[in-house]
């Protein structure tokens, strides 16, 4: 797993992570059961603020996606795999949703934008509910 | 412990009718690494001295482990658990490097022998050299290990990177990652770089003219800033009177853009309002307040 964090971007750097290791995980770099690095070699690795690490795992544990086994370190948890599975499947509909959007002669960042903008509207609306 | 290891209650510093601090309140949490930002003359200089004893405030109050910066006896035995690496130095030049340490740790009945040698090691000192003939980036170097081998509870140190290349400016961020990770040390450091800060640092206070202008958890505050892009469909005659928390509107045509800095929701609905108004929202970096926080005030 090769993670690389922008520090200036704007994004919080434990949601870069989360999504990285995600990412990570859903490429299969990193599979069920493998065990992640401990807090502080992550820290020192990405040179980062260990409690952004601590936090990053605290998140991941709570979405179910890492086991952290006290004394033992964290592990990537079983279930994910179907996860992944199910992610492949929905890259199938992505890429037919863009291809549809890209004969319409939208450029990529469009399409992005377009993504970006139903997805925040999606969460809007279910914050109001 | 304390909650805060540094305190300060409107503590103000001037020099003449020059006001170098004014009024500042700070709370650095335990065991964060908190950065201390700001411009060149800013004040953060003046802040660290004021919580060494080093100047007396004019006004206001401050406390390092609970303990009030004037109360002169008892801030000795709290300037033990503080290492202090400055911004000039200020080391004995006709002393060995190999001397200063022997000097300085002679001071500190918990002298870490095991720090000492591992950053001599990975610094790669010399020790028979004079002091004042090491470079700048060096100076730097030796600085940190006689701060961090002393067994400190706290760091203070002002621009420790200023002056080191970025091999060094890695080396010594990764080696404040790891003690705050293995020491529970609490790590209070000035800086205009920026980057850095953004990389390492949990909190974050932005200083200007002596006054604490933006502070907090570095995630909360990119969570809460944000830039919001607006187009209209015709041209605002009127500038919009904004309800709180736009921090500043820059117009260019039909083209609005907002820095914000809470109260999204509220601003979101005045938006709305605007003749055919579409909106983009876009994250922030420090840099980005930091510079606008600074050019508004």
């Known amino acids: 797993m090769i993670l690389r964090l922008n520090p200036s971007s704007g994004i919080p750097l434990y949601l870069q992570l989360i999504e990285q290791v995600k990412h990570a995980i859903e490429t299969e770099a990193i599979r069920a059961g493998d065990q992640l690095p401990s807090v502080r070699k992550m820290a020192e690795d990405l040179v980062i603020n260990p409690?952004?690490?601590?936090?990053?795992?605290?998140e991941l544990e709570r979405e179910g996606i890492i086991e952290v086994r006290h004394g033992a370190g964290a592990?990537?948890?079983?279930?994910?795999?179907?996860?992944?599975?199910?992610?492949?499947?929905a890259q199938g509909v992505v890429e037919s949703a863009v291809d549809r959007l890209a004969s319409l002669d939208l450029t990529e960042d469009e399409v992005r934008r377009l993504v970006e903008n139903e997805l925040a509207v999606r969460r809007s609306k279910t914050s109001k509910r | 412990m304390a909650e805060w290891v540094i305190e300060t209650q409107d503590l103000k510093k001037a020099f003449g009718r020059q006001p170098a601090v004014d009024g500042l309140n700070l709370r650095v949490p335990s065991g964060s690494i908190f950065g201390f930002l700001g411009?060149?003359?800013?004040?953060?200089?003046?802040?660290i001295e004021l919580l060494l004893n080093i100047v007396k405030p004019s006004s206001g109050h401050a406390t390092v482990f609970g303990v009030p910066i004037a109360d002169t006896l008892r801030s000795t035995e709290i300037r033990k658990r503080i290492g202090f690496v400055s911004e000039d130095k200020g080391l004995f030049p006709y002393m060995t490097v190999e001397q200063i340490i022997r000097f300085t740790r002679s001071f500190f009945p918990s002298w870490r022998d095991d720090l000492e040698r591992r950053y001599l090691e990975m610094f790669n000192l010399p020790l028979k050299k004079k002091v004042g003939d090491l470079s700048k980036g060096t100076g730097s170097k030796l600085m940190l290990l006689l701060a961090v081998a002393r067994g400190?509870?706290?760091?203070?140190?002002?621009?420790?990177?200023?002056?080191?290349?970025?091999?060094?400016?890695?080396?010594?961020?990764?080696?404040?990652?790891?003690?705050a990770a293995s020491s529970g040390i609490t790590i209070f450091f000035s800086s205009h770089q920026l980057p850095e800060v953004e990389q390492i640092a949990e909190h974050v206070c932005i200083i200007d003219r002596g006054k604490s202008i933006v502070e907090g958890a570095l995630d909360d505050l990119k969570a809460q800033y944000q830039r919001i892009q607006v187009v209209v469909d015709r041209e605002l005659n009127?500038?919009?009177?904004?309800?709180?928390?736009?921090v500043k509107v820059r117009q260019e045509g039909r083209t609005l853009s907002l820095l914000v800095s809470r109260n999204v929701e509220a601003i979101l609905a005045q938006i709305r309002s605007l003749p055919g108004a579409s909106t983009e929202q876009f994250p922030v970096s420090l840099k980005d307040i930091f510079l606008e926080s600074v050019r508004n005030n």
């Not at chain 1, 409690?51 to 605290?58: G, M």
């Not at chain 1, 592990?75 to 499947?89: A, E, F, G, I």
């Not at chain 2, 411009?39 to 802040?47: D, L, Q």
């Not at chain 2, 009127?238 to 736009?246: A, L």
């Open chain 2, 39 to 47: 411009k060149n003359g800013a004040g953060k200089t003046t802040t």
């Open chain 1, 51 to 58: 409690n952004t690490v601590a936090k990053v795992y605290r």
């Open chain 2, 152 to 179: 400190a509870d706290l760091l203070i140190l002002d621009e420790p990177t200023d002056g080191l290349d970025p091999a060094a400016v890695d080396e010594v961020l990764k080696e404040l990652v790891s003690l």
């Open chain 2, 238 to 246: 009127e500038p919009v009177r904004w309800v709180d928390g736009v």
């Open chain 1, 75 to 89: 592990y990537v948890h079983d279930s994910v795999v179907s996860r992944t599975k199910l992610m492949r499947k």
